[in-house]
């Protein structure tokens, strides 16, 4: 099998190997002179660019393309002007066309990037890593996003009040952006120099051009900006904008008889505020009082059937932006396969579900509140003049409580406490962008626990310090980062930690761990360190080592599926840098990973080898395949013994077609299997995109996936003084279609609608119980009951071991079916910049199937028919610039 793998790996390396380049170009930096607007009249933001402002300074062209062909004439040419005044940035852009009527103009709401585009992204701090974006459409779109990281993270949460106004005429067509300073950062000096970078979309041949040159195979983004000279006298905008709303909500659903909590519709009527105050030009505190998230996206449906925790991302808009500023990946790596999403700071902890739930007797009813209610909470950001970025966030959560009611007799029950948040985010620039050195710190503090709440740590703090360090000319970079963490509580809470399946400290067979009942705290570390090219010619690298001891655990107000882990990763890449006749780009790939636990096992030997091809077309292919010779699992059994699971290959593979036809396809799928078969895994998924209208887009992405394991986890279970390790083989199917309209009025007025139907079903059979778990062979990995061992009887199984008559042990079908369907439909209204009206409808039906119906006779049985929960919601805001 090895000599397998390393011949593919040769074969999909040797067609590009003769073409291998390498590239030390370097760039001068393009300077535009701009002019103040004195006693002129500013331009009227019409689109037009006839005012006589634009005549105080001169054109700047000569665009180079950079996509597909780099360093190329453009298929058409691109101009600007730039000028500004005490309170404005004003700029005005031709964009060339010799067919006007071919000209893309795709509605969108904002942040859309459809169709044709021009953008200018603006470094006023000057620091050659952080730039704010404004985007324009040919059909009137605005784009905005913060850029940080030097380019390597853009986050489109950042919506500023700007206005623009575009053109069509016989020449291409045009553009006018008005930009106010206040939503700009930058220094107080006399004469300024920011960088400035624009980029050019032209749709017809899917082509980027730059107004600053920058070769493909040159490192970082913002770092490369050409620049704006001639800015005297600039005085920094201290920004005020207050937004308060008001949101109507009704809620239906299906009564429940004699349930006084749920008679079938509820209505309620909140306010609140947000609020951004610029305490300096640099820095900004942003304060939200009874935050609203009603008009955000549900989450999508999923199982996990691991145990671990699911990880989704954060939609609400008051976390979401400037997100970046707080962001503290652990273990992020080009590799993959290193638990990229675990983080110090994972927002969706505040305001979570309530983790408690009260106790009941038959008759009882409860009314158990969906999330915390977060009473307010403050961000304050930014980056100073000596490079100092700044981030401190605070939230407080209501203590909630659970009502149960006895037959009209009604009590009280605390769920959740009250509870401060804090992350405060330090990071500092030296060397011209090219290395930082930062930290994080983090704090989580809950009022007196009730005995009902003390498996829930006291309190939780987390650091952290990161760093990195890049030379000859970014090409080569080391950093990484290392953090702590420390949990207080109960002997009760921290021997909950102790033996949550993220630790595991009772694994029977490990000798480096074990729960001691009598600790009131836990204490840990981890951290990531790695050195990586990524510039200069067609060769790219990284390798590096991660790490989380057994103690460490962030997920009070971060992110983390895992501890007890040493890995080793290492990533090495290939991209062509010139189109050809088949391809515009093609890139392919190598990892490995060694995994090791602190006890010195090693649990995993991993290589892959992948590539991606966009073809002359446009369309987007790729292929993965992957090999594991050595797996073992210290989690499988969940307290169990360590788990030798058999080797392992794998696959991926997606087809795009290209992405400007008014219908596009995708199909996208993967499979792995153990080599003898002892579990299998498939998905399938398939995706279709109409757009008949340039304001209309229909799309469906269709999902079926299987999941055949002989050794699934079913429980453990005390017998006589020992412990059954219950495991059974799971024949599951799932199956689930994402479905989306949009809609554009026009860049200001949206109809949006997503709704999931979804559906997983899972069938056990052959149960059987592990007691040789690390033994070579599968079938000595296991004991398998026999059908006169085992019987049903009203949905529990009995087991006679020894057949004398007498059940042994029982435990209840874990056959399941989960059917659900979830949608939200969005009016937005932007009825002036910055304020807006929303129209919500939300519907969700939850509900457990048939395991032995059909998948779409279940799905059909369970959705169309029955009586849903509807969330009706109408929110108005009003944003007040001061």
């Known amino acids: 099998m090895k000599t397998i793998f390393i011949g593919v790996c040769a074969l999909l390396l040797l067609p590009i190997l003769g073409n291998a380049q390498d590239s030390t170009t370097t760039v001068p930096k393009r300077i535009y002179e701009t002019k103040p607007l004195l006693a002129q009249k500013p331009p009227s933001i019409d689109g037009m660019l006839d005012d006589t402002a634009w005549n105080t300074v001169a054109w700047s062209g000569d665009y180079i393309e950079n996509q597909p062909d780099e360093n190329t004439a453009p298929s058409v040419q691109t101009k600007f002007k730039l000028v500004y005044d005490k309170k404005f940035l004003y700029i005005g852009v031709r964009c060339y066309d010799p067919e006007p009527d071919k000209i893309e103009k795709r509605l969108s709401r904002r942040d859309g990037f459809s169709g044709d585009w021009v953008e200018f992204n603006i470094d006023s701090y000057h620091d050659y890593r952080t730039a704010f974006s404004f985007t324009v459409t040919a059909a009137g779109v605005k784009g905005d996003e913060f850029v940080s990281n030097n380019g390597n993270d853009w986050d489109s949460s950042w919506n500023p009040i700007w206005y623009t106004k575009t053109n069509i005429d016989g020449e291409g067509w045009t553009a006018e952006l008005k930009i106010p300073l206040s939503q700009l950062k930058f220094r107080r000096d006399k004469n300024q120099v920011w960088g400035l970078q624009s980029t050019r979309r032209f749709f017809r041949a899917e082509e980027r051009s730059l107004w600053q040159r920058k070769p493909l195979d040159t490192p970082g983004w913002v770092s490369e900006f050409g620049e704006i000279h001639g800015l005297v006298d600039l005085e920094p905008q201290h920004q005020l904008e207050i937004q308060p709303y008001t949101v109507a909500k009704l809620e239906t659903y299906e009564a429940e008889e004699g349930n006084p909590f749920r008679e079938g519709r509820d209505s309620?009527?909140?306010?609140?505020?947000?609020?951004?105050?610029?305490i300096t030009n640099d820095l900004t505190l942003d304060l939200t009082i009874n935050p609203d998230f009603g008009q955000v996206e549900a989450d999508p449906s999923a199982i996990a059937l691991d145990g671990f925790q699911i990880f989704f991302r954060e939609q609400r808009p008051f976390f979401v932006e400037n997100k970046n500023i707080f962001d503290y990946g652990v273990s992020r790596s080009e590799a993959g396969n290193t638990f990229g999403f675990d983080n110090v700071f994972y927002s969706r902890r505040i305001g979570r579900s309530p983790q408690g739930f009260p106790s009941t007797a038959d008759g009882e009813f409860v009314d158990q509140p969906e999330n915390t209610t977060i009473l307010g909470a403050a961000k304050f950001s930014g980056k100073t003049k000596d490079g100092w970025s700044i981030g401190a966030l605070e939230s407080v959560t209501a203590k909630k409580y659970a009502i149960i009611d006895n037959n009209g007799n009604r009590r009280e029950e605390v769920v959740e406490p009250l509870t401060n948040y804090f992350v405060g985010r330090l990071q500092k620039d030296f060397n011209d962008g090219n290395t930082f050195v930062g930290g994080i710190l983090t704090a989580v503090n809950r009022d007196a626990l009730t005995p009902e709440l003390d498996f829930l740590h006291r309190s939780a703090y987390s650091g952290g310090f990161d760093f990195k360090h890049q030379w000859n000319d970014r090409d080569w970079y080391f950093g990484g980062n290392m953090i702590w963490s420390h949990v207080e509580g109960d002997t009760s809470a921290?021997?909950?930690?102790?033996?949550?399946?993220?630790?595991?400290?009772?694994?029977?067979?490990?000798?480096?761990?074990?729960v001691d009942p009598d600790a009131t705290s836990l204490t840990g570390t981890g951290g990531n360190v790695q050195l990586g090219k990524i510039g200069n010619g067609n060769w790219k690298f990284e390798t590096g080592g991660t790490w989380r001891s057994p103690e460490l655990e962030l997920n009070d107000i971060g992110f983390q599926r895992q501890a007890d882990d040493i890995r080793h990763y290492t990533w090495i890449g290939y991209q062509t840098i010139k189109p050809d006749s088949t391809f515009r780009r093609v890139g392919i790939n190598y990892n490995h990973w060694s995994v090791w636990d602190f006890g010195g096992n090693h649990n995993s030997l991993r290589f892959n080898t992948n590539s991606w091809q966009n073809w002359k077309g446009n369309w987007f292919t790729n292929l993965g395949l992957n090999y594991e010779p050595i797996q073992y699992s210290n989690f499988a059994l969940r307290g169990g013994p360590r788990l030798?699971?058999?080797?392992?290959?794998?696959?991926?593979?997606?087809?795009?077609?290209?992405?400007?036809?008014?219908?596009?396809?995708?199909?996208?799928?993967?499979?792995?299997?153990?080599v003898d078969n002892s579990y299998r895994t498939y998905s399938l998924g398939f995706g279709v995109t109409y757009q008949p209208l340039n304001a209309l887009s229909i799309s469906a992405r269709p999902n079926y996936s299987i999941n055949k394991d002989q050794l699934q986890f079913i429980d453990n279970i005390a017998v006589d003084g020992d412990t059954r390790y219950l495991n059974g083989t799971i024949d599951q199917e799932t199956l689930s279609m994402s479905l989306r309209l949009n809609y554009t009025i026009n860049p200001n007025f949206t109809i949006q609608y997503w709704g999931q139907p979804f559906i997983s079903r899972g069938r056990y059979s052959n149960f059987k119980h592990v007691t040789s778990a690390t033994a070579k062979s599968f079938e000595n990995r296991f004991t398998l009951y026999d059908t006169d061992q085992i019987s049903l009887e009203e949905e529990e199984y009995r087991v006679d071991e020894d057949l004398d008559g007498v059940t042994d042990f029982t435990f209840d079908d874990p056959d399941f079916s989960f059917v659900q369907f979830r949608s939200n439909l969005v009016v937005r209204w932007e009825y002036i910049p910055g304020s807006e009206i929303f129209l919500v409808w939300s519907q969700d039906i939850s509900r457990s199937g048939n395991p032995q119906e059909q998948l779409f006779q279940s799905l059909g049985d369970n959705i169309f028919g029955q009586e849903a929960q509807n969330i009706f919601l109408i929110k108005a805001t009003y944003r007040f610039v001061l």
């Open 644 to 674: 030798r699971l058999s080797p392992e290959i794998g696959f991926w593979n997606s087809i795009n077609t290209d992405n400007r036809k008014k219908v596009r396809f995708n199909v996208f799928h993967n499979g792995r299997k153990g």
């Open 494 to 514: 921290i021997q909950n930690t102790q033996e949550t399946i993220t630790h595991l400290f009772q694994r029977v067979d490990a000798d480096h761990v074990s």
């Open 268 to 278: 309620d009527l909140t306010g609140g505020l947000d609020a951004k105050i610029g």
